[in-house]
């Protein structure tokens, strides 16, 4: 690898800690790392460093069993790949399942980092699964031999046993093989699991006698599975945290799928699993279409049904939501150049007058018509977007038509946003039964661009004229005229209930749910709805708001890395961006987690008491010109803010941490 030439050691004595006592959490272990990255002057920011790992600690724990932890990240403060070893006395808890980690990697990517680089720090955690090398680190004597084991794990040579051994591990299983496995393995970051989820699945398949091929589908790219190998695969593994690129190429393979942290921690169950359904022919298998399965007898590592419900419904959703914020912008921006009155003669001034003939208003009132327009029309995808990609999420591409079909007619017979729901799950389980019927060869060209969206559509029409419409429709009208009746204390309780929803794990599906409820009543243009979008609004900006001000007032009960998160909080909270708190909650759950939920309930239950409403789907402060009671809004913005702050420094300052060490794993979407 030509980069470790022209760039500075990947690691050097100075970036090696033996038999170190941090005296504290992974955090302090990760500060320690970091220290003696700042001492080699590998980083120009320790503290934005330790940040950005601990960030990368919240969407999920890094300790891997057998001892070892592998805390990193990609970050803009450092501007060369660096590896920083510790050898812990006593060990530190970095969440692995089997106990704590005596041996700890910091990896630290720059930001901008190429494939190379991202090849070099993928090598090393490829060579954790090999006992030998992780008994090699804890005998070493000196830091020099640490640097050494590691140089010639990034760094191989050229003609040395290094790469002769993948060969012979390839040829050793042919003789006796009975199966050939292929898997594909994928994290969020692509950067380690992903390539220890591999050679762990790799180890445990040799182990057994059987040939495994894996595509590791990770941030330094990825060389896709030869068709020949593919179709010769007698099963298939996805150990996936993400989803699978092009998974219709394993059609009718049977199928073993799980989180990528299961093919760490059981990788022989999981290659023992795939060689038993290769040979059970009631095992799930991957469907034409792309989409997994669900033959009965599934194995045990199948994803379960209620994952798979919610991976479905928030597929939806995360589609729509760019369509509601784009939309939702636009027209804000029309009323504030055209005023509100816009609302009613914004389509028939963008669509007879020009520059050359502009309406009594003039210019700014021509270009509020065309912002609200483009907005409109935007906002008009919401809920076909949402069928669509939910019945993408059930049949792959040959549901994307059926599905926005289904939207569609859910909007033309008043169904709304549940209508959209229903109908994108119909029409995703009638094109996954049409992809699956028998046809003849030459017929399965046509299935996924004529007869999957064809009949699969006509299907979703006639059950919703027939059977679904009307009380859809009927469900829909009376969600609305309740919403619309709510007044009093049924509304400051339903501003309480979403302020919980949106503060419980900041960007999650729980978060996602209430916004995407409130974004769905924004096409009602009813004042509940827009009263529901300022409770859940103001509500969503309290938690990095909080954390904030809690780290002004309390400073010493937070560390250095937390301190600096919380300057940037600020202006996170403000622009309505909950993920902002992460950090926070990722390293101390159970007590920065329901402080949020307080602060938010409060806001949430008194911005439907003052009656503030939005126009606004996003943007926080800065969309302050499409609020309505803008003084009602800010002061409950302030009200949670201030309860949160106050709720997380009595959590800190009196919940020992003792009693808050059952860290639950923080994942935000």
């Known amino acids: 690898m030509t980069s470790s030439t022209t760039s500075p050691p990947i690691i050097t004595r100075d970036l090696v800690l033996l038999d170190t006592?941090?005296?504290?959490?992974?955090?302090?272990?990760?500060?320690?790392?970091?220290?003696?990255?700042?001492?080699?002057?590998?980083?120009?920011?320790?503290?934005?460093?330790?940040?950005?790992?601990?960030?990368?600690?919240?969407?999920?724990?890094?300790?891997l069993p057998g001892g070892i932890a592998i805390p990193h990240c990609r970050s803009?403060?450092?501007?060369?790949?660096?590896?920083?070893?510790?050898?812990?006395?006593?060990?530190?808890?970095?969440?692995?399942?089997?106990?704590?980690?005596?041996?700890?990697?910091?990896?630290?990517?720059?930001?901008?980092?190429?494939?190379?680089?991202?090849?070099?720090?993928t090598a090393l955690a490829r060579a954790l699964v090999r006992k030998d090398f992780v008994e090699s680190l804890r005998n070493a004597g000196s830091a020099d031999e640490v640097v050494d084991l590691v140089d010639d794990v990034v760094n191989p040579k050229p003609a040395g046993s290094d790469q002769a051994a993948p060969a012979?591990?390839?040829?050793?299983?042919?003789?006796?093989?009975?199966?050939?496995?292929?898997?594909?393995?994928?994290?969020?970051?692509?950067?380690?699991?992903?390539?220890?989820?591999?050679?762990?699945?790799?180890?445990?398949?040799?182990?057994?006698?059987v040939e495994l091929t894996?595509?590791?589908?990770g941030s330094s790219g990825s060389t896709p599975l030869a068709a020949d190998i593919i179709s010769g695969a007698d099963a298939v593994i996805f150990a996936t945290d993400v989803g699978v690129k092009d998974k219709g190429r394993f059609a009718g393979k049977p199928v073993v799928a799980s989180g990528v942290k299961r093919a760490i921690?059981?990788?022989?169950?999981?290659?023992?699993?795939?060689?038993?359904?290769?040979?059970?022919?009631?095992?799930?298998?991957?469907?034409?279409?792309?989409?997994?399965?669900?033959?009965?007898?599934?194995?045990?590592?199948?994803?379960?049904?209620?994952?798979?419900?919610?991976?479905?419904?928030?597929?939806?959703?995360?589609?729509?939501?760019?369509?509601?914020?784009?939309g939702g912008l636009l027209i804000a921006l029309g009323f504030l150049f055209g005023g509100y009155e816009i609302a009613d003669t914004g389509n028939?001034?963008?669509?007879?007058?020009?520059?050359?003939?502009?309406?009594?208003?003039?210019?700014?009132?021509?270009?509020?018509?065309?912002?609200f327009a483009l907005g409109g029309l935007a906002f008009g995808f919401l809920v076909p977007a949402l069928a669509g990609y939910i019945s993408f999420a059930i049949a792959d591409r040959p549901g994307i038509a059926p599905g926005f079909t289904a939207g569609a007619l859910a909007v033309f017979i008043g169904g709304g946003f549940i209508g959209g729901i229903v109908g994108g799950v119909i029409a995703g389980f009638a094109a996954l039964w049409i992809s699956n019927l028998k046809v003849p060869q030459w017929f399965r060209g046509l299935m996924p661009v004529v007869i999957v969206p064809l009949f699969a559509s006509?299907?979703?029409?006639?059950?919703?004229?027939?059977?679904?419409?009307r009380p859809l429709a009927w469900v829909n009208t009376s969600l609305t005229d309740w919403l619309n009746g709510l007044s009093g204390t049924s509304a400051i309780f339903l501003g309480i209930i979403l302020g919980l929803m949106m503060c419980f794990d900041l960007g999650g599906p729980v978060n996602k749910a209430a916004?995407?409820?409130?974004?769905?009543?924004?096409?009602?243009?009813?004042?509940?709805?827009?009263?529901?979008?300022?409770?859940?609004?103001?509500?969503?900006?309290?938690?990095?708001?909080?954390?904030?001000?809690?780290?002004?007032?309390?400073?010493?009960?937070?560390?250095?890395?937390?301190?600096?998160?919380?300057?940037?909080?600020?202006?996170?909270?403000?622009?309505?961006?909950?993920?902002?708190?992460?950090?926070?909650?990722?390293?101390?759950?159970?007590?920065?987690?329901?402080?949020m939920m307080i602060g938010g309930a409060v806001t949430g239950g008194l911005s439907m008491a003052f009656g503030a409403t939005s126009r606004a789907p996003h943007g926080g402060i800065f969309v302050l010109f499409a609020i309505e009671n803008k003084i009602g809004f800010v002061i409950a913005i302030l009200a949670g803010m201030l309860a949160g702050a106050v709720s997380v420094v009595v959590a800190k300052q009196f919940i020992k941490p003792a009693a808050a060490k059952a860290e639950a794993e923080f994942i935000a979407a």
């Open 265 to 326: 921690n059981e990788p022989a169950k999981m290659v023992a699993e795939a060689v038993a359904a290769a040979d059970n022919p009631n095992a799930a298998r991957v469907e034409g279409s792309g989409s997994d399965g669900e033959a009965g007898g599934a194995p045990a590592g199948k994803v379960g049904w209620g994952t798979r419900t919610r991976q479905i419904l928030l597929t939806g959703v995360s589609y729509m939501i760019p369509f509601v914020a784009a």
């Open 348 to 371: 028939d001034i963008a669509l007879n007058n020009s520059l050359t003939d502009l309406p009594p208003g003039g210019f700014f009132q021509y270009l509020g018509a065309i912002l």
């Open 214 to 217: 894996v595509e590791t589908q």
């Open 458 to 469: 006509l299907a979703v029409g006639l059950i919703m004229f027939f059977f679904v419409g």
């Open 21 to 63: 006592d941090v005296e504290g959490d992974k955090q302090a272990a990760i500060t320690k790392l970091v220290g003696a990255l700042a001492a080699a002057g590998r980083t120009h920011d320790p503290d934005g460093l330790v940040g950005a790992a601990m960030a990368r600690e919240g969407q999920s724990a890094t300790g």
């Open 168 to 209: 012979a591990a390839a040829q050793q299983p042919a003789e006796k093989r009975a199966k050939h496995l292929v898997a594909i393995t994928a994290c969020p970051t692509g950067i380690a699991h992903t390539y220890m989820a591999a050679d762990a699945l790799a180890a445990a398949a040799k182990e057994a006698g």
């Open 76 to 121: 803009p403060y450092v501007d060369t790949p660096t590896i920083g070893f510790a050898r812990l006395s006593p060990a530190v808890d970095f969440g692995a399942p089997d106990g704590p980690a005596d041996l700890a990697f910091l990896i630290a990517a720059p930001e901008s980092g190429g494939q190379d680089h991202m090849k070099l720090l």
């Open 515 to 595: 916004y995407a409820f409130a974004t769905a009543g924004l096409a009602a243009s009813t004042t509940a709805s827009f009263e529901i979008m300022a409770a859940v609004m103001s509500a969503g900006m309290v938690p990095p708001l909080a954390m904030a001000l809690a780290t002004v007032v309390r400073p010493k009960l937070f560390s250095e890395p937390e301190r600096e998160n919380g300057r940037a909080a600020w202006l996170l909270g403000a622009s309505f961006i909950s993920e902002g708190a992460i950090p926070f909650a990722a390293a101390d759950p159970l007590r920065v987690i329901p402080s």
